[in-house]
């Protein structure tokens, strides 16, 4: 793989022609009409990597597949208010992270000691997305919310996008900390063994293009752009957006290249970074879920028990 194909890979997000989010979204589409066979599909195409996810969170494997069924339930039951623009391996993620919080408390409730949450579990929405019904009065705050967010993930991408083709990655390295972890600049400096000068550097440059981006996107729409130039120091929404859109994040194919050792660097370096340091639970699931052998899965489907669990709340979202 050349450095160009290879810089296509890595972060890359929708939009793109091949993308597995226009597989979603076709899958999307026909599970809102209704159809079982896309729901099926669905369920194999995620059911590995979320499972490795709860696996690295709850003990016993009859919690993890009750807690992976859960979730599956608590997306066919929210389908009516789930927003297409956020890629459904995050919003599945979510889902399942507040199951898994729900698992935990129920053990804490039952007197056990548990192994608690892992520490970057309270770095997520916590609010159960597929619990949220929206009452009108608050809908119009939501679409400008989503407005912004939207606008605020176009430039943040078109930064990465820009940093990844100068080879910039170190950059992109120092902002996953600020932006990711949301760690202050001595911590990232020492954890990246830099000077605090340099890291705030190129917090400083990063903060200075986002404002020529929305600038540019303002004069190009003719319009006011809805979001405010001081949205940019608003660390949380960049850091909440960075995570849900998974700006930074990495693809299976790629994964699966770094697993069979063939990503050359500097993408090499950057997955394991994203892997080892950043530490993404997404990522790491899908590296868990890619790495298990497939002699292991069991001979009767799985999936099955959680589709037919499930099917029934399709037909009442698909009327
Ligand atoms: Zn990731």
């Known amino acids: 793989m050349d450095e160009k194909s290879a810089s296509a890979t890595v972060g890359d997000r929708p939009g793109r022609e091949g993308d597995p989010d226009d597989v979603d979204r076709f899958l999307v589409g026909e599970i809102r009409r209704g159809d079982q066979r896309a729901w099926k599909q669905l369920i ?22 009750d807690t992976v069924q859960e979730a599956f339930v608590g997306f066919v039951t929210s389908l009516p208010h789930y ?11 979510t889902i399942l992270r ?36 929206t009452p009108s009065g608050i809908a119009a705050n939501e679409e400008v919310r989503r ?8 430039i943040l991408r078109r930064l990465i996008a ?16 600020l932006f990711f972890l949301g760690l202050r600049n001595k911590e990232a400096a020492d954890r990246l063994g830099r000077d605090e000068k340099s890291v705030a550097g190129v917090k400083f440059r990063a903060i200075q293009r986002l404002q020529a981006f929305l600038d540019e996107i303002r004069a190009a729409s003719g319009s006011e ?3 405010d130039h001081s949205e940019l120091s608003g ?4 850091a909440r957006v960075w995570r849900e859109r998974r700006l930074t994040c990495l693809k299976r194919s790629t994964l699966g290249s770094y697993l069979l050792g063939v990503l050359e660097e500097p993408w090499e370096g950057f997955t394991r970074f994203h892997l080892d340091v950043v530490e993404c639970p997404m990522c790491r699931a899908n590296r868990d879920d890619l790495n298990t052998p497939t002699a292991s899965v ?14 029934g709340f399709l037909s009442r979202t698909g009327g």
């Open 44 to 65: 194999d195409r995620y059911h590995g990597r979320l499972t490795a996810f709860a696996r690295g969170r709850l003990r016993d494997a009859a919690e993890v597949d």
């Open 83 to 93: 927003d297409e623009s956020r890629p459904l391996e995050t919003y599945l993620f």
């Open 98 to 133: 507040y199951k898994v919080g729900e698992a935990l408390s129920r053990r804490k409730r039952g007197g056990e000691i548990g192994r608690g949450a892992r520490d970057d579990d309270d770095a997520m929405d916590v609010a159960d997305p597929s619990g949220s019904e």
């Open 147 to 154: 407005r912004q967010e939207r606008l605020l993930a176009d």
């Open 162 to 177: 820009e940093l990844r083709e100068r080879e910039k990655l170190e950059d992109v390295q120092v902002l996953e900390m």
């Open 225 to 227: 752009a809805a979001l």
């Open 235 to 238: 660390e949380a929404t960049i």
């Open 298 to 311: 069991p001979a009767s489907d799985p999936n099955e028990r959680i589709f037919q669990s499930s099917v």
